[in-house]
């Protein structure tokens, strides 16, 4: 199972850095993504770390937003100049592939004021 955290409240132009850790398996070897859906729209994949390192960033978080890969798996987001458009919860998912990320898990909360 893998757990998000690091969400908060912020003012635009801020940072955040999420984390997504599991407790007992090394995801290393896995794709890794995240992913968010604000209330009344569709679930949006926006950055994805492959198991040979390459990263796809959505264009709404391309330049801003920096998805890396620590120890064991553990998969981190860092947010820069967030804009109040990226308040909602995020989610990590992994997979042996790409296409098949599915997150299902409690997610974390950012919450960016103007």
């Known amino acids: 199972q893998l757990v998000e955290s690091g969400g908060g409240s912020v003012q635009a132009g801020g940072s955040l850095r999420l984390s997504c850790a599991a407790a007992?398996?090394?995801?290393?070897?896995?794709?890794l993504g995240w992913f968010r859906q604000a209330p009344g729209k569709d679930r949006e994949r926006i950055a994805t770390i492959d198991r040979d390192g390459t990263t796809i960033y959505a264009d709404s978080v391309k330049g801003r937003f920096t998805v890396s890969k620590g120890a064991k798996g553990t998969l981190y987001l860092q947010m820069n100049n967030l804009k109040p458009d990226d308040t909602t919860r995020y989610y990590c998912?992994?997979?042996?592939?790409?296409?098949?990320?599915?997150?299902w898990g409690q997610g974390t909360l950012v919450t960016v004021s103007s």
């Open positions: 998912a992994t997979h042996g592939q790409c296409k098949y990320l599915n997150p």
């Open positions: 007992a398996y090394d995801y290393s070897n896995f794709c």
